[in-house]
């Protein structure tokens, strides 16, 4: 290695990045990483950054959706998106739109 030139951790990659994350959110994405893991299940857009920043593959609840039914477990996404919505989930129209298409309803 060069001098001047050090090598990172994961958690010393997490502490430069300028994302404010709880520590609970840091520990997922280092376990990630440490486990080689295919892909993170994520829904906060700054810890999603952040991930994706450290290489790693995210996935949402609404793409955890959209897969679910192409693969075949459920039948359609928005009878489960109106029952997330009904216990506090948000995603904007807009998002919730998106999802629909993706899943082609």
């Not at 990659?13 to 299940?41: C, K, N």
């Not at 999603?48 to 897969?67: D, I």
């Amino acid at each position: 290695m060069a001098a001047g030139h050090t090598c990172h951790t994961a958690p010393d990659l997490l502490s430069l990045m300028p994302a404010r994350l709880h520590a609970g959110e840091v520990e997922r994405i280092t376990l990630a990483r440490q486990l080689g893991a295919d892909f993170l299940l994520l829904d906060d857009n700054a810890t999603k950054k952040t991930a994706r920043y450290l290489g790693l593959r995210v996935l949402g609840t609404l793409g955890v959706l959209v897969t679910a039914k192409r693969a075949g477990p459920i039948d359609a996404v928005d009878p489960v998106l109106a029952d997330l919505q009904d216990i506090g989930f948000f995603a904007s129209e807009r998002v919730l739109d998106m999802t629909r298409r993706a899943a082609g309803e």
